[in-house]
């Protein structure tokens, strides 16, 4: 949620995805899931990188397990990548992805740390 709502919300001043950034053809289509989180006739449209753009230029820090098995590291990893380029657009601080060796669960160690730098 904090993704999406700092995408809605500019008063958000930053944002920390945890356990949840991917794509949502890796991730919500690719397995059965529950419909918590699903955002109904978003694609072909959007994807879940177009909704992070949103939050630019504001500090935004990804967590997510390399084992992390309902959201695929190699698929967070690739939408993470069309990320920094809209943030440098704006002359910000590109996002910063925090990868632990955990699967869907939030360690928090250097993300947190990070969203205190991206805001000081």
């Known amino acids: ?3 999406l709502l700092a995408a809605a919300e500019p008063r958000i001043a930053a944002a920390l ?3 949840y950034f991917c794509s949502f053809e890796a991730s919500f289509c690719s397995i059965r899931h ?3 989180n699903i955002i109904p006739g978003i694609l072909p449209d959007l994807e879940m990188a177009d909704i992070a753009a949103l939050i630019a230029p504001r500090p935004l820090v990804i967590e997510h397990g ?3 098995h309902i959201f695929p590291i190699g698929a967070t990893r690739a939408a993470f990548t069309q990320l ?3 943030w440098e657009e704006l002359g910000a601080r ?3 992805l925090v990868v ?5 669960s939030f ?3 250097r993300s947190l740390a990070a969203l205190a730098e991206a805001l000081a």
Do not use: I, K, S
């Not at 632990?100 to 869907?104: A, N």
């Open 84 to 86: 920094p380029p809209v």
């Open 66 to 68: 390399e084992r992390d």
């Open 34 to 36: 529950c419909p918590c």
């Open 100 to 104: 632990t060796d955990d699967g869907h």
């Open 17 to 19: 995805v945890a356990a």
């Open 1 to 3: 949620m904090a993704l």
């Open 94 to 96: 590109a996002p910063e």
């Open 107 to 109: 360690r928090a160690e």
